[in-house]
T-cell receptor, first 113, second 110 residues
Framework: SQTIHQWPATLVQPVGSPLSLECTVE??????LYWYRQAAGRGLQLLFY??????ISSEVPQNLSASRPQDRQFILSSKKLLLSDSGFYLC????????????FGPGTRLTVT | GQSLEQPSEVTAVEGAIVQINCTYQ??????LSWYQQHDGGAPTFLSY????GLEETGRFSSFLSRSDSYGYLLLQELQMKDSASYFC???????????FGTGTLLAVQP
């Protein structure tokens, strides 16, 4: 069976510090991978998605970046965090087809102070 | 642009039936998915409508009308554990992207 891991679960970082969130998927090959951010009480905003190694589509201009160094590994990074980067970060994967059913990791709750 | 609107909150009584609506502003969707998210948790997939009409999965049903740019999730025999946020999401044509709706917080009361 497929599983998705995401860590850390919670993170408190000062403004201006770097960020690295990691997501790994097990039990499947060639998945689509996604990073979402969710503000408190709000919907999910798609940040990045990837259909293969090194292939990243950015959805929202910001100070975040994503990388996919291996087929089942997806990393979200920032060089300098802003207060507005606080939120709940969710990694998800889907099969190539269909992509309407996405499987989410447990999420990372990031607080930038 | 693409947007999907939902009521922000719905309240219902245990055992009742509730409908959560979703209206969207683009014709560029293959279909409509629904996700459930409990407080502090990750979203989980509930259903997908590729075609117009009603899809039934146990106590949950989902409906889509492309001509009306409208869909809904119907929850029957409500249970306390159904208290959660519910999101519709459109699968954007020619991509692998889901565009999520604004979300509806369902509160089930005893």
């Amino acid at each position: 069976s497929q599983t998705i891991h995401q860590w850390p679960a919670t993170l408190v970082q000062p403004v201006g510090s770097p960020l690295s969130l990691e997501c790994t998927v097990e039990g499947t090959s060639n998945p689509n991978l996604y990073w979402y951010r969710q503000a408190a009480g709000r919907g999910l905003q798609l940040l990045f998605y990837s259909v293969g190694i090194g292939q990243i589509s950015s959805e929202v201009p910001q100070n975040l970046s994503a990388s996919r160094p291996q087929d089942r590994q997806f990393i979200l990074s920032s060089k300098k965090l802003l207060l507005s980067d606080s939120g709940f970060y969710l990694c998800a994967w889907s099969h190539r087809i269909p992509a309407y059913e996405q499987y989410f990791g447990p999420g990372t709750r990031l607080t930038v102070t | 642009g693409q947007s999907l609107e939902q009521p922000s909150e719905v309240t219902a009584v245990e055992g009742a039936i509730v409908q959560i609506n979703c209206t969207y502003q683009t014709s560029g969707f293959y279909g409509l998915s629904w996700y459930q998210q409990h407080d502090g948790g990750a979203p989980t997939f509930l259903s997908y409508n590729a075609l117009d009409g009603l899809e039934e999965t146990g106590r949950f049903s989902s409906f889509l009308s492309r001509s009306d740019s409208y869909g809904y999730l119907l929850l029957q025999e409500l249970q306390m554990k159904d208290s959660a946020s519910y999101f519709c999401a459109g699968l954007l044509r020619a991509t692998n992207k889901l565009i999520f709706g604004t979300g509806t917080l369902l509160a089930v009361q005893p």
